[in-house]
């Protein structure tokens, strides 16, 4: 059996796994795991990963969970070209660095606008609009961040690209805006509609009533994740 990556295309870590592999020719067997339907907390998924968390890569025996050490796993052992881990050591302290940043600045504050026009109403649960207007500051200041620390003057950072849902991210942002057409560029377009089609329809798929019915288990863990929204 080959590499296994049990992921979910709604999950942006899992789109980051997914691209890098794509692109880099990396030959995986997919099995998604329907983070909407909880078969992340399965019986038979949290005995492969008992965190119950996607990305999850399966090599033979060896388990690794968490998309950043997945990605690092993956460039190391296909020994991917330089640009996506550098081999000198400040230039790959950089790419620990955007990713410590990426998981506690991106990940939680770019979600939130999915829990807000989708997951929480698809369980009956309003994001209350202070917690809303909270989110947009907070997303506005990642921006700067992002555009002032870790991209300046420099046409790629080391790191994935932010997506918010109904989020017009970098208007007024030049610089970042040309970023993500660079990067865009770089991947193809194919592949980024590839991974993002399904992020880029779930709008749709609310006005038509098609998205599943969270399951009991993956429903008590979204009224926990609408919880900790700050």
């Known amino acids: 059996m ?27 067997e997919l099995r ?14 949290l005995q492969i990963n008992s965190l119950g968390k996607l990305p999850t890569l399966k090599d033979g025996d060896f388990i690794l969970t968490e998309s950043s050490a997945i990605l690092i ?3 190391c052992k296909y020994q991917t070209p330089d640009h996506w881990y550098p081999s000198d050591l400040q230039a790959r302290a ?6 410590g940043w990426h998981a506690d600045c991106i990940r939680g504050t770019f979600g939130v606008p999915l829990w807000v026009q989708v997951l929480g109403p698809l369980i009956g649960v309003q994001v209350p609009e202070e917690k809303v207007e909270r989110n947009r500051t907070a997303i506005d200041q990642a921006l700067q961040w992002l555009e002032d620390k870790f991209l300046g003057d420099r046409p790629f950072l080391a790191g994935q690209q932010p997506v918010a849902l109904g989020y ?32 880029l329809s779930i709008l749709e798929q609310v006005a038509k009533k098609t998205l599943p019915t969270p399951s009991p288990e993956a429903y008590l863990a979204m009224l926990l994740r609408i919880a900790r929204i700050p």
Not at 187 to 192: I, W
């Open 32 to 45: 998604t795991v329907d983070l909407i339907k909880g078969q992340h907390k399965s019986k038979e998924f």
């Open 168 to 199: 017009e991210l970098f208007e007024g942002r030049p610089r970042l805006a040309a970023w993500r057409g660079q990067v865009e560029a770089f991947l193809g377009a194919e592949l980024c509609q590839e991974a993002h089609s399904i992020i």
């Open 94 to 99: 950089r790419v620990h660095e955007y990713l």
């Open 73 to 75: 796993y993956l460039s």
């Open 2 to 28: 080959g590499l296994e990556l049990f992921l979910d295309l709604l999950s942006q870590p899992s789109r980051a796994v997914y691209i890098f592999a794509k692109k880099n020719g990396i030959p995986l």
